[in-house]
């Protein structure tokens, strides 16, 4: 892995991201804690944040086993406690933990952008009072 990141250190076209990464990670991780802090609810940049993030895991670890070629079935991280199969395996569980990124557009959409909302015939209704909830 250490030959990977310092490929994608070096190479001018991953170089600008990998640079930046850290400290966009770190501002919003900051924006989020004071926003909890002060009792308020994280906005719409935490599904921004979450939405960025696992994009950007995804697009590392597709770069990687691309670097990696078939190497990339034995390579592990530096401490050596995980190989990129376990990552990319992972991936798609972080894409859905917290809402999907489906999801997440939508909040961005409209909370954001000010577009409508999409259209719920269950809206306003209880659960239990919906079609799904009457199934037994």
Do not use: H
Request: aromatic content about 2%.
């Amino acid at each position: 892995m250490a030959g990977a990141a310092r490929t994608l250190r070096s190479n001018p076209a991953t170089r600008p991201l990998v640079r930046a990464l850290p400290a966009v990670v770190r501002q919003t991780t900051a924006n989020l804690a004071r926003q909890v802090s002060q009792g308020r609810m994280p906005g719409p940049e935490a599904s921004a944040g979450k939405l960025a993030g696992t994009e950007a895991a995804r697009a590392v670890a597709d770069l990687c086993v691309r670097l990696l070629g078939g190497d990339a079935v034995y390579a592990s991280d530096l401490d050596g406690s995980r190989t990129w199969p376990d990552l990319q395996a992972t991936l798609p569980g972080l894409a859905i933990a917290g809402g999907t990124d489906q999801i997440l557009r939508n909040i961005l959409g409209e909370r954001v952008l000010g577009l409508p909302a999409e259209p719920r015939a269950d809206k306003g209704i209880t659960f239990n009072q919906s079609i799904a909830g009457g199934r037994s």
